[in-house]
């Protein structure tokens, strides 16, 4: 469908089908030999992912989205009588084949086409063909991918789209955590070319050094017009980064057997005609493809190229399509010969904002070393710059090439010193902007209070209980599920939200943690690493890890399917806690002493038709005299700004068993100072090894006052639950929802302590079973001796069940001081006591007589709600 007018028939004209990125280059080198170019968007719109085509360097434009487009190009397209139809970038390769098979020109066929884009379909083609490739394995299901890792394959794998480029979205994975992390972040996310995921690939990792090799072909017959090594990094998110592409001579090993190899590869997926631009490995066993595409290298720059090895890619696919006798004559069966060194450095970058400007006196001395050819600038005013992950966040692509490799070597760590001058970041001129997971009301306030721009996913649980409030000026998305990241992403498109820049993503939902880090990388913007938060939300995967660093921890097994537990033939442990997974505030959680008692749970959680199948079977710790101690606090670049460590009264478990009403308070930092001295250094080495860099976090620790030793418990990647928020504050005047909002947005917190002598500690208030029809209002528990703040959190007209099951059961809390312990715990029971004495509940399982009796003794003793008589 032209854009414009058909033009008049011509002899000499190329169809490019998008030309995007160096497909930018194969105009003028057609121009060279004469021979005009039209353009052919596979698209209804632009793609704005990568470098746009030029309009003016085309004769003409059209669109191909759809199979009725399609045969109105083709009918346009054949009044030009073009010489050649070939895809500009990786997402025009399908068409370009359609379409040159339909017009009778040079053409690598529709037959192939599929395996030429979907990685899947690409190895599995080589694999029939007797080519030495990757075992793989793709799938819409994290766990069916898992399984294929775990049973199939082993560690490590790497997983990426089906159809992608530039490390988009390529995770090396060394565990079942981590490879299940990696598959929902490419099952929410879309490629470079915006199709979305809809499948995920895990492939063996090839060991090795991985080169390039790029080749322009007529009827296959070849010109290898480049071998290149890639020098890389990989980054904490286990991405890849190429530092530097290295030419390699023609003749040095391992080129010649590379070479031999992609010619194979080439054959068996039909690329006979063109350029083709191929990643490969060389894996002990010998080479074996990454993957190739049927397009120019995306790091193809003609003049340097034409330094270095006398010719380019982009000159020798025009040459090859529009003059393919003098092509063979001059290329085919030939190798490239490399005049002098040459690299190609992808720089990294920490800025993150909005580029201002580009200073080109900082671009002009990086242009100004010895082996520069050329400094590629990537971003202009305007645009976004963020901390680089992979090849579409380095910032800058720098040629360069001299007679020898060290000048290359010395200019590029000269390069790392002048980088980051040359953008110029503004992070000011825009509000900064927040995705909030979960209604925490002092994140909330703090967006507010630092004027952040907050759009806040809301969940259907949160919402209907009713407690939550949300400041005026914050952004609400109502979601069906607050841990699905399908649901959010679904919501912020709706929203017409998706495309805005954000600079983090926050939760203090236990359930929503690794959904953070998963939005995160598909947004490209802060909050922890999803591999991270994997090991803060398994409590088998936390505490083995914990225990490989030295650190005291209980030993656990993994139960797949607490449905079924008849495999299990004896307790692992003597005595054991049986709990969810990745579950929060000891919700089934239960101490088995025997394996009656572990059959009886599993049969009781069958009936009930468990949604939680996976269970952690943990070593029990503690005794008579165990403390269970808690760590509060928030780390910033991996250090510790701020932590405050406390107790609970009874530790959580033997609260639950002996239906007590929770308390808790941290120690004083002076009066208490030992309790900090013995922690510190646990709660440091614990979060190391769990790999938290920044961020809130809640700690749970066992102490032996016998021992004077402390066992780690458990470990949470936000800030604690009941009045933790309140406690900290009162206790040591630091604000953990403005801490979490600064780490969320990749500010130091601050972390001044106010000084405080007294003791602040929380209480649960108990209810009593039945319908609850009246009790105090925070204001009348607030006036109360010691109580500083209040929350009644049980609805009116609800059911209350007063047995303990769990450490989030209660109708309310308070925060209480005082000057001692003995005050601290008078002060608990005289507020639960006051609190019980003035709670309205109708009596649980009561006849209609019982609740008129207790109607009229209760509610209102001053009626008579007696049958009457006629009067």
Known sequence: MASEPHATASAGTAVIVDGYSTGTFLPPAFAGLGIEVVHV????QPMTSMLAPDPTAYRNHFHCPDEESFER???????????????????????????????????????????????????????????????????????AVVDWAEHDNGYPVVVKPLSSASTDHVYRCHNA???????????????????????ALAQSFLEGTEYIVDTVGVDGERFVCGVWKYEKTILPNGRNLYDLDVLLDASEAPVPDLIQYVGTVLDALGIRHGPAHAEVIMTPRGPALVEVGARLNGNMNPGFHDACIGTNQADLTALAYARPEEFRARYAGRVYSRRQAAAVHSTRTLQDGTVRSVDQRAVDRISALPSVHLTGIKLTPGKRIRP???????????????????????????????????????????RPRVLLIGTDKYVMRACVRNDVDAVLIWGPGSYDYGLAEVPEGITVVRVDELKNPEAILMALHREGLADLPFDGVQTSDEWALVTAGLLAEHLGCRAIDPATAVYFRDKSLQKRKVAAAGIPAARVTVIEDIHDVSGITELPYP???????????????????????????????????????????????????????????????????FLAVGRYGLPCLT???????????????????????????????ALYALGLRNGMFHMELFHDPRAGALTFSECAARGGGALIDEQVMAKFGVNFGEAALACALGRRPEAEITYRPELVGTTYLPGRTGIVFGCPAPAELRALPGVEFARVEFPVGQRFNADVDSTNHRMGQVLVSASDDQELQKRFEAVRAWFDERLVVAPDAATGRELRAWHREVLRPDADFGDQLWQ
Request: glycine share 6%.
């Open 41 to 44: 968007h596979s698209t209804a």
């Open 73 to 143: 190009t083709v009918t346009a397209l054949r009044e030009l009588r073009p010489v050649a139809v070939l895809a500009g970038q990786e997402p025009g390769v399908p068409l370009a084949d359609a379409l040159s098979e339909r017009l009778g020109l040079a053409s690598n066929g529709t037959a192939l086409s599929r395996a030429r884009r979907d990685k899947h379909e690409m190895v599995e083609t080589l694999r029939a063909a007797g080519l030495h490739c990757a075992r793989q394995f793709k799938s819409g299901d994290p766990r």
């Open 177 to 199: 955590a981590e490879v299940d992390t990696a598959v929902r972040a490419v099952l929410a996310s879309t490629d470079i070319f915006g199709r979305r995921n809809t499948e």
């Open 388 to 430: 680089t992950v992979d090849l579409l966040t380095s910032p800058l692509r720098i040629f360069m090439t001299a007679p020898e490799m060290a000048t290359i070597r010395a200019d590029r760590n000269t390069i790392q010193t002048l980088k980051d001058e040359v953008y110029e970041v503004d992070d000011t001129t825009r």
């Open 575 to 641: 005595r054991a806690v049986l709990k969810p997974i990745a579950g929060a505030g000891t919700d089934r959680t239960t101490v088995v002493e025997n394996l009656d008692r572990l059959r009886e749970l599993s049969r009781r959680y069958r009936e009930e038709r468990l949604a939680q199948r996976t269970f952690a079977l943990e070593e029990y710790v503690g005794g008579d005299t165990t403390e269970e101690w808690i760590a509060d606090g928030f780390m910033y670049d991996g250090e510790i700004q």
């Open 655 to 685: 609260m639950v068993d002996r239906q007590q009403t929770l308390w808790m308070r941290h120690f004083d930092h002076k009066t208490e100072a030992w309790a900090y001295d013995l922690a510190t250094p646990v709660v440091r080495d």
